[in-house]
């Protein structure tokens, strides 16, 4: 089991950016098995959907949705004194549609599904406390 920290959200106009940030680590301070696919979903307002935003292996391979490609990057590091690992998404050029509460994963990089009851039963085993993204027109 892990445990996930994200930070880096906040309200921004329209065409702005934010980096946010995830800190994986083993619970109760285990080593965090640095081989896992890290992943980013998030929440709407107003919505139990969670979207799938963008994905990360181990190796680098990446996967976006559809609505994100081309403005948000996935990006992935290892602190090697402590085997936490840290994950991040770089959004840029953010749009209104972009608003909702942000959560990562380790997770693994699915093809093809939008929301995560596409994939029936499969979740992950668990998830950090979300970071707020609002975006105003």
């Known amino acids: 089991q892990v445990e996930l920290v994200e930070s880096g959200g906040g309200s921004v106009q329209a065409g702005g950016s934010l980096r946010l940030s995830c800190t994986a680590s083993?619970?109760?301070?285990?080593?965090?098995?640095?081989?896992?696919?890290m992943a980013w979903f998030r929440q709407a307002p107003g919505t139990e959907e969670r979207e799938r935003v963008a994905c990360i292996e181990n190796g680098g391979t990446t996967e976006y949705a559809d609505s994100v490609k081309g403005r948000f990057t996935i990006s992935q590091e290892k602190a090697e004194e402590n085997a936490k690992k840290m994950l991040h998404l770089q959004m840029n050029n953010l749009k209104p549609e972009d608003t909702a509460m942000y959560y990562c994963a380790a997770f693994v990089c699915y093809r093809d599904y939008v929301n995560l009851r596409d994939l029936g039963n499969i979740r992950p085993a668990s998830w950090g406390q979300g970071t707020q993204v609002t975006v105003s027109s």
């Open positions: 083993g619970y109760a301070g285990r080593r965090f098995p640095t081989t896992y696919s």
